[in-house]
């Protein structure tokens, strides 16, 4: 079956420090990979997706991530945190093939705590 | 950006009694999606749709039923409200194309059962 995996729960790092959210999937294929953020009481905003091509893509707010097909990851990177980013991430899967229905696959979350 | 509403935004319910949740879409989009979300959980897909009486079950689906007569609606119905499904439902669509696929979701529901 096809799985989403973010392994950090919590994590919290220093303003002005560098950022990386990892994001694992389990599947045969190449899928769409997405990454949202979430801030608290709000819905869930894009940040950037992978379909195909270079495996380096930028987003928004200065986020970018890395499609790495041999470790099946696209973690999520940002070199300069800044408060205004804490949040909760989410990494999702889109499994296309043939006749798929495409099903949105969520991994549980990461929150990002910002310290001063 | 494709319009997706969802309604209500806010409904506080009593257990045992049934509530319909609305996800409008304006664009014809095929696919559209329910999810709720719960601490820990993330997002876990409820029901889809894959076009007008196209529906099929996802993760979640137990306590559920959804139904879309028209390709701009698809309403969830919890048949008989749980404490267990208190939770934030969003709906989404998929967008199809070469340059905008992707997924559009709505701003949610938050469902309390007391």
């Known amino acids: 079956a096809q799985s989403v995996t973010q392994p950090d729960i919590h994590i919290t790092v220093s303003e002005g420090a560098s950022l990386e959210l990892r994001c694992n999937y389990s599947y045969g294929a190449t899928p769409y990979l997405f990454w949202y953020v979430q801030s608290p009481g709000q819905g869930l905003q894009l940040l950037l997706k992978y379909f195909s091509g270079d495996t380096l893509v930028q987003g928004i707010k200065g986020f970018e991530a890395e499609f790495k097909r041999s470790q099946s990851s696209f973690n999520l990177r940002k070199p300069s945190v800044h408060w205004s980013d804490a949040a909760e991430y989410f990494c999702a899967v889109g499994f296309y093939y043939g006749g798929s229905q495409g099903n949105l696959i969520f991994g549980k979350g990461t929150k990002l705590s910002v310290k001063p | 950006d494709a319009g997706i509403t969802q309604s209500p935004r806010h409904k506080v319910t009593e257990t045992g009694t049934p509530v319909t949740l609305r996800c409008h879409q304006t664009e014809n989009h095929r696919y559209m999606y329910w999810y709720r979300q719960d601490p820990g959980h993330g997002l876990r897909l409820i029901h889809y749709?894959?076009?007008?009486?196209?529906?099929d079950k996802g993760e979640v689906s137990d306590g559920y039923s959804v139904s879309r007569s028209k390709t701009e609606d698809f309403l969830l119905t919890l048949e008989s409200a749980t404490s267990s499904q208190t939770s934030v439902y969003f709906c989404?669509?998929?967008?199809?194309?070469?340059?905008?696929?992707?997924?559009?979701f709505g701003s949610g529901t938050r469902l309390t059962v007391v």
């Open positions: 989404a669509i998929r967008i199809e194309g070469a340059r905008t696929a992707g997924y559009t």
């Open positions: 749709s894959y076009g007008v009486k196209d529906t």
